[in-house]
């Protein structure tokens, strides 16, 4: 027998994460489907940079507020996949058929999309034999800060996420070197600015041509550069690299042909504040959904994630009331919160 969901999210980053807690608060039989190993989304590549622009909330790593956001959406326990890449979505008859990569298909009422900018890998150094480095010291990403203190560090790249990494490093590393292909940097003035004030050292027209590896052939130790204007190379002892040349994106999903939404710049579904799209039954919520005074912020997220639950909601329950009863009146909180009440008590006698 089938087992139906009322809603299935498909994605779970913020948007996601959050729309499965809002779906839960409004009493909805939940799946989230995620294609990465991890929940979290975008902010999983900067687990060590501070969030500062969610209303009424202090600074907070990137890290420990993916799993605050984790733990809040399993509130009401949803049934969530991980590493289960969504292909194919279809209608039949009162349901969708949610097709994935693994060969399975899985029910639901509604779709709710939330896949932000799509699946993203990183756009990997095309040098030979530069992949049995990634275990070591060649790095897409920046997961630690603490792995790169004291050390000599080289970062190819010229776009704002490369500069950030260089500001944040350092302070904690022996030396941080820029390397960009390009005559002028690409990220913001005020980021190049704060780079070199940093201390930082920018090599523009400048590439990686070679990866030499230590004697016991596991990590880098040496990296050749060259100048595409002076055609001069150099080569220098190195501990870590890190590369920052921007993500390819893989649309994570497609339509039967009769589904189809429109697209805003060939990607971004059209759609309303609401989270509704042109097709019945398929509501959207975060970057994936393109209308007319779009927040892209973290905390423009949260209201897309609640107003496309609003629309599930009263899509599936005509009479219900549009928004959620706020949380300070919920039902589906007092024993939540009683709970929490006489912890804190506990704790302070």
């Given at each position: 027998?089938?087992?139906v969901y009322d809603v299935t999210i498909i994605g779970g980053g913020p948007a996601g994460l959050y729309s499965a807690f809002y779906s839960g608060l409004r009493g909805l039989k939940t799946k989230l489907i995620e294609s990465q190993d991890q929940l979290g989304g975008k902010v999983l590549l900067y687990p060590e940079k501070l969030i500062w622009d969610i209303g009424g909330?202090?600074?907070i790593l990137g890290e420990q507020f993916v799993k605050q956001l984790i733990a809040q959406a399993k509130t009401f326990d949803p049934t969530i996949l991980t590493g289960?890449?969504?292909?194919?979505?279809?209608r039949q008859e009162d349901n969708f058929v949610i097709h994935t990569a693994l060969g399975d298909k899985h029910y639901?009422?509604?779709i709710l999309l939330a896949v932000g900018g799509g699946i993203i890998n990183p756009q990997k150094l095309t040098l030979e034999g530069a992949e049995k480095y990634e275990m070591t010291n060649l790095h897409y990403t920046v997961q630690s800060y603490q792995r790169f203190v004291d050390k000599e560090i080289i970062i190819s790249g010229g776009g704002n996420?490369?500069?950030?990494?260089?500001?944040e490093l350092s302070p904690i590393a022996k030396n941080v070197t820029i390397v960009y292909r390009k005559e002028t940097l690409s990220a913001h003035e005020a980021t190049i600015k704060e780079a070199l004030a940093a201390g930082v050292q920018i090599e523009c027209n400048t590439t990686i041509t070679k990866l030499s590896a230590n004697t016991d052939k596991t990590a880098i130790q040496l990296v050749t550069c060259e100048n595409s204007k002076t055609k001069q190379s150099y080569t220098r002892q190195i501990d870590e690299v890190i590369v920052s040349h921007g993500y390819n994106r893989e649309a994570s999903l497609t339509f039967e042909e009769s589904m189809t939404i429109p697209k805003k710049d060939n990607y971004y579904y059209e759609g309303k504040a609401t989270g509704e799209t042109t097709q019945p039954g398929i509501f959207a919520a975060g970057d994936i959904l393109s209308f007319e005074g779009k927040i892209h912020l973290l905390l423009g997220t949260f209201q897309d994630?609640?107003?496309a639950v609003n629309s599930v909601k009263t899509y599936l329950e005509p009479t219900a009331y549009r928004n959620a009863v706020v949380s300070s009146h919920n039902e589906m909180f007092k024993e939540k919160n009683r709970s929490i009440i006489e912890k804190q008590l506990v704790h302070s006698n």
């Open positions: 027998m089938q087992d909330h202090p600074p289960t890449k969504v292909d194919y979505i279809e639901s009422k509604t996420a490369a500069l950030d990494w260089a500001v994630a609640a107003n």
